[in-house]
């Protein structure tokens, strides 16, 4: 993920959209964004990444819940997943800065 938005979602407090409606289907979660009617699929960790996000969060703080729940997942690959998560969602226009 190119630096510059890692730095612009490792420093905010980070929130989903609240109007981006969500359901669940077979261990995936979709996103549906009302305003432009696009659907976005998350696998089981980005779903538990956008239920956290419920409360505004930094990436940081979503970075040590996900390496306290996988202990055995190396911090950088943690990282990298949850770096590329965010950049993806942020140009999505699915998250808000708090």
């Excluded at 996103?31 to 699929?41: E, M, N, P, S, V």
Aim: charge should be negative; avoid cysteine; hydrophobic fraction near 45%.
């Amino acid at each position: 993920m190119p630096h510059a938005v890692a730095d612009k979602t490792r420093m905010n407090r980070l929130r989903r959209r609240p109007d981006i409606a969500i359901t669940a289907l077979d261990g995936g979660t979709f996103l549906i964004d009302g305003r432009t009617q696009a659907i976005f699929h998350l696998d089981a960790l980005g779903g538990g990444v956008w239920t956290a996000l419920a409360e505004p969060a930094t990436r940081d703080e979503l970075a040590a819940v996900l390496a306290e729940a996988f202990p055995d997942t190396p911090r950088d690959t943690i990282a990298h997943d949850l770096d590329a998560l965010l950049a993806e969602l942020d140009a999505r226009d699915l998250l808000e800065r708090v």
